[in-house]
């Protein structure tokens, strides 16, 4: 990998170095119930939301509360945006004359943006009104990242409380999220992104005639301010088929650096907050530790082996010395592609600037298993810290069946009643990815979906599931996915993706509220070490390759020994 | 229960006006005041007359014109996407063979001599607005050949249409293809 693809990864960990403790810090305080920076701006405008809403902010939620708020929100949310797309023919702000989609299309797409997924079966071009992407899609972009964050938040009070019943109100911490965090930072980068030239405007077709006499629709639309806020709340959905490939959502090599970044920082920065939000800067400094070794090791990888010459092409008289470039784009090259290939899967972002379908059989294998740690490192918007938390909880407790002491994490003992859910959360994913798509290998009309044979069509099956069941939301796009199976198992598979890990999540946190820290003793394992950590990414490398290993065998490693 | 229903169907219409209505129409008005050729997505004109984007392909096939990379979707941009061809599908193989041998035939270069991977690989959008510069010095001396203009005059015109890494470390280096033709074609005039 030549000395510039380093230069790469370097400017993008100083970049995240400098900003996630600032935001870190920040975004502690905004979930903290304290004072917090911009009080005098923000506090008016969340009190006429609350107003609006009925809500009292002061008026604290039982867990089973909060999640009977989150599943009202989020149903409400998929029969909003579900309506808007069924009717866009008929609203304004359709300038290509678009019609309504499909119930199937309109089904999976509302699924799909209500549950932080963006999993994308319509190419945004040829499907979307400008409507439908400013009022439906953008719209779910922020607040289904909010919602994340707000179980997040909730989650961190659980483990910091001692003794209380309630964890929170969610429409606080939802609103929060967005006036605070999510709203100021989408605004400054869709600035920026048009500075670099990100289309936003409200037009149709600019059709030019080319140099050679033919004529070319330039396509218009608000793409800036979807871009920004699908990058930062870990959302993913492009708005145009190609997605960040697409010259007009990401143009420049600074553009997609500053995506790249874009795609990271919450999520990072919320491992700091945590250690904030729960007394002890250490604990948030070694889960954010245990998140960025992985990726960064998954990402120094993908770049390697995208950097690398696609040994099928040896015959071909190709110069290869750039890199496989089928499916990548020359301004960002391939090493920037693997960087964000490793970064969009190790978060449940899902956007991508090259075509994942045509990745190396290892780059595209690992961005597949980086999915399937169960979206950790750092993983979405508030979820990623959700899900590493989890498997801190599952490493105390098998540290303490190893040791013969009942388990404990920050003073509190760890019980049935929290790894009843933990093993819940963690088993929900994989019985839905495998169970499709072990249903999807042997069925003809799912295979008829395929773009590649061979092991290669394995991996796309598994690479739909694995995406939509970790709600990341890429795709090997060659797979047709807007067929009814694809549309209603995937719909089904972001679904429990969803549901199936936050409800646990309430339900541990409610648990661990009610409970009192004991000291610590002797015998108290440390969780804020680098030991700690190690054993940390040992249980989530475990468990998902006693899961998946199987069948990654089958799809991307038979497909690199063949070539 | 219902107060909770309440809020969430009250939350969603809020979040519509402002998230979904005054966010990315705020964004669309300071756009268009602070940068409307970008924000309109950096439209180049000739004679009054709208030819492409600075940011889209074309599909030029002219031996007077540099080519730009192949695209699988005809470089139409009302459909965005690459060919999602794996990396081990024969089809790949016979098509970059294929690419790799017109491209040879058409630049004049001996049967077993390197293309470079940008020219015969499908880009991930299918509208790469630019081309390697090692791809672009290929094919100079085929454009200078067609315009009868001196080679070195073209490599020079290359040069200057060539974008370098942004900060020395980002991306790679490139070469935008229409603004290259353009100069071209300015160069005629």
Redesign the interface.
């Known amino acids: 990998m030549a000395a510039t693809a380093w230069g790469q990864f370097l400017a993008l960990v100083a970049l995240l170095a400098l900003t996630a403790p600032v935001l870190g810090r920040y975004a502690g305080a905004v979930y903290g119930g304290g004072g917090a920076p911009g009080d005098r701006l923000f506090l008016p405008a969340e009190r006429l939301v609350y107003r609006i809403c009925g809500v009292d902010p002061g008026r604290e939620q039982h867990w089973t509360r909060y999640a009977f708020s989150l599943l009202a929100f989020g149903l409400v949310s998929f029969l909003a945006l579900y309506a808007l797309l069924r009717l866009q023919g008929v609203l304004p702000l359709n300038p290509l004359g678009l019609p309504g989609l499909d119930p199937h299309a309109a089904f999976n797409a509302s699924v799909s943006f209500t549950t932080n997924t963006n999993w994308q079966a319509y190419a945004g071009e040829a499907a979307m009104s400008h409507l439908s992407q400013m009022s439906g899609l953008t719209v779910q972009n922020f607040v289904s990242a909010a919602a994340g964050m707000a179980v997040m938040a909730a989650f961190v009070r659980g483990i910091a409380r001692r003794g209380a019943e309630t964890v929170g109100n969610f429409w606080v911490d939802l609103t929060r999220g967005v006036v605070r965090i999510l709203l100021p930072l989408s605004f400054l980068l869709a600035l920026f992104l048009v500075g670099q030239g990100v289309v936003q405007n409200l037009n149709g077709h600019t059709v030019a005639t080319t140099v050679e006499g033919a004529a070319q629709a330039i396509p218009g639309g608000p793409a800036a301010s979807q871009v920004a806020v699908k990058q930062l709340g870990t959302n993913g959905g492009g708005f145009f088929d190609a997605n960040s490939a697409h010259p007009f959502e990401n143009p420049t090599a600074l553009s997609n650096l500053v995506q790249t970044w874009a795609i990271l920082i919450v999520p990072f920065s919320l491992a700091l907050a945590y250690g904030h939000l729960c007394g002890d800067r250490r604990q948030g400094r070694a889960v954010f530790a245990t998140m960025f070794a992985v990726w960064a090791l998954v990402s120094v990888a993908v770049m390697l082996l995208e950097s690398a010459a696609n040994p099928l092409l040896a015959g071909t008289g190709a110069d290869q010395a750039a890199g496989h470039l089928e499916g990548k784009e020359t301004r960002l090259g391939a090493a920037a592609s693997g960087l964000w290939a490793a970064s969009t899967t190790g978060t449940s972002n899902g956007s991508v600037n090259a075509m994942h379908d045509s990745l190396s059989p290892l780059g595209g294998g690992l961005s597949m298993l980086h999915m399937m740690f169960g979206e950790v490192s750092p993983g979405g918007a508030g979820v990623g810290l959700n899900g590493m938390l989890v498997m801190v909880l599952l490493t105390v407790f098998l540290a303490g069946l190893m040791t013969g002491r009942t388990p404990e994490y920050l003073g509190k003992k760890i019980t049935a009643a929290e790894i009843k859910p933990v093993v819940l959360y963690l088993l929900a994913v994989p019985v839905v990815l495998l169970g499709f798509a072990a249903a999807s290998a042997v069925n003809g009309a799912a295979l008829a979906s395929l773009n590649n044979t061979g092991p290669h069509g394995l991996s796309e099956i598994l690479y739909a599931y694995a995406s939509t069941a970790n709600n990341n939301g890429s795709a090997f796009a060659g797979l047709d996915a807007s067929t009814p199976w694809f549309t209603v198992t995937t719909g089904v598979a972001m679904l429990a993706g969803r549901f199936l890990l936050l409800i646990p999540v309430l339900a541990i946190a409610g648990s661990l509220a009610r409970k009192r820290p004991v000291p610590a003793g002797v015998s108290t394992l440390p969780t804020h070490t680098p030991l700690f950590g190690g054993l940390v990414v040992a249980v989530v490398v475990v468990v998902a390759g006693l899961t998946f290993l199987p069948a990654l065998t089958l799809g991307p490693l038979a497909e690199y020994f063949a070539l | 229960?219902l107060?909770?229903?309440?809020?969430?169907?009250?939350?969603?219409a809020?979040?519509?006006v402002v998230?979904?209505?005054a966010?990315?129409?705020?964004?669309?008005g300071?756009?268009?005041v602070?940068?409307p050729e970008?924000?309109?997505?950096?439209?180049v004109e000739?004679d009054g007359?709208?030819?492409?984007?600075a940011?889209?392909a074309?599909?030029?096939?002219?031996p007077e014109?540099f080519h730009p990379?192949p695209s699988a979707v005809d470089?139409?941009?009302?459909?965005?996407?690459?060919?999602?061809?794996?990396?081990?599908?024969p089809a790949?193989?016979a098509d970059?063979?294929a690419r790799?041998a017109a491209y040879?035939g058409a630049n004049g270069l001996a049967p077993?001599?390197?293309?470079?991977?940008?020219a015969?690989?499908?880009?991930?959008?299918?509208?790469?607005?630019?081309?390697?510069p090692?791809n672009a010095r290929l094919q100079a001396d085929r454009v200078a050949r067609a315009r009868g203009l001196d080679a070195a005059a073209v490599r020079a015109l290359v040069g200057e249409h060539t974008?370098p890494?942004?900060?020395?470390?980002?991306?790679?280096p490139?070469v935008n293809v229409?603004g290259l033709?353009?100069a071209l074609?300015r160069a005629a005039d």
């Open positions: 229960m107060r909770q229903l309440f809020a969430a169907l009250a939350m969603t809020v979040a519509t998230l979904g209505l966010y990315p129409l705020a964004v669309t300071i756009a268009q602070l940068a970008r924000a309109d997505g950096s439209l000739r007359e709208v030819v492409g984007s940011l889209l074309q599909g030029f096939t002219g014109y990379r470089h139409d941009p009302r459909d965005s996407g690459g060919s999602n061809l794996g990396p081990s599908a790949l193989a970059v063979a790799a040879r077993d001599a390197p293309v470079p991977v940008d015969v690989t499908a880009s991930a959008s299918g509208l790469d607005p630019h081309i390697s090692e974008v890494r942004a900060l020395g470390v980002l991306g790679e490139g229409l033709n353009l074609d």
